[in-house]
């Protein structure tokens, strides 16, 4: 069964725009953290941000933030003012706690393009 | 030093050749990782290894054989592959894998593209 679900193949703003990647998880764990990567055309996946599942607050990092609703299981990645750098892949992952001796589990991703 | 390298960045070879992926990180990550990744698809997790010792293979083909030396090296030996197995090869590291740590994020290397001809 899917665990992470990115709805949204492809997505286009405009530069300085904000733009909202959706991702939903399934977990009966607890325990669990959220990562957001980015991957440019380069291949390099890049390290964005992390949610963990007890974490009160939405985690920021810089124009990056995550909209995470642990109700809903959705941990959605909001860019504030776009910039032509940012156009790439968006993976959203997850890591259960309770299964010690797991790596990531990835989305399918989302293939975001900024334009001037 | 927080990098993962990989080398070659590049790849061609036949189906006949032997060859082999290099990664290296000196972060005193315990935990090393193998992605096979094809284009516009997530990575797929092939091996891990945590404390140099083999954790996890996902049913992976045998002309894939992982190689661990030491904590800072992760090799990746390939023999007789298949057209089929042209990617990006990704590799990544985390701090420990066993652990219930709160923050394990996977750095990963730039990866190297492979083609099998």
């Known amino acids: 069964a899917q665990k992470i679900t990115q709805t949204q193949p492809g997505m286009f703003v405009q530069e300085k725009e904000a733009v909202t990647l959706d991702c939903t998880y399934d977990t009966s764990d607890p325990s669990y953290g959220l990562f957001w990567y980015k991957q440019p055309s380069s291949g390099e996946m890049i390290f964005l941000i992390y949610q963990g599942s007890y974490d009160q607050q939405n985690a920021t990092e810089g124009r990056y933030s995550l909209n995470f609703q642990k109700a809903r299981k959705s941990a959605n990645l909001v860019i504030s003012a776009s910039q032509l750098g940012d156009s790439a892949m968006y993976f959203c992952?997850?890591?259960?706690?309770?299964?010690?001796?797991?790596?990531?589990?990835f989305g399918k991703g989302t293939t975001l393009s900024v334009s001037s | 030093d927080t990098e993962v390298t990989q080398t070659p960045k590049h790849l061609v070879m036949g189906m006949t050749n032997k060859k082999s992926l290099k990664c290296e990180q000196h972060m005193g990550h315990r935990a090393m990782y193998w992605y096979k990744q094809k284009a516009k698809k997530p990575p797929e997790l092939m091996f891990v290894?945590?404390?140099?010792?083999?954790?996890i293979n996902e049913s992976v083909p045998s002309r894939f054989s992982p190689e661990c030396p030491n904590s800072s090296l992760l090799n990746l030996h390939l023999h007789a592959l298949q057209p089929e197995d042209s990617a990006l090869y990704l590799c990544?590291?985390?701090?420990?894998?066993?652990?219930?740590?709160?923050?394990?994020?996977?750095?990963f290397g730039p990866g190297t593209r492979l083609t099998v001809l």
């Open positions: 290894y945590s404390y140099e010792k083999l954790s």
């Open positions: 990544a590291s985390s701090q420990d894998l066993r652990q219930r740590v709160r923050w394990n994020e996977q750095f």
């Open positions: 992952a997850m890591r259960e706690y309770n299964q010690a001796g797991t790596a990531l589990i």
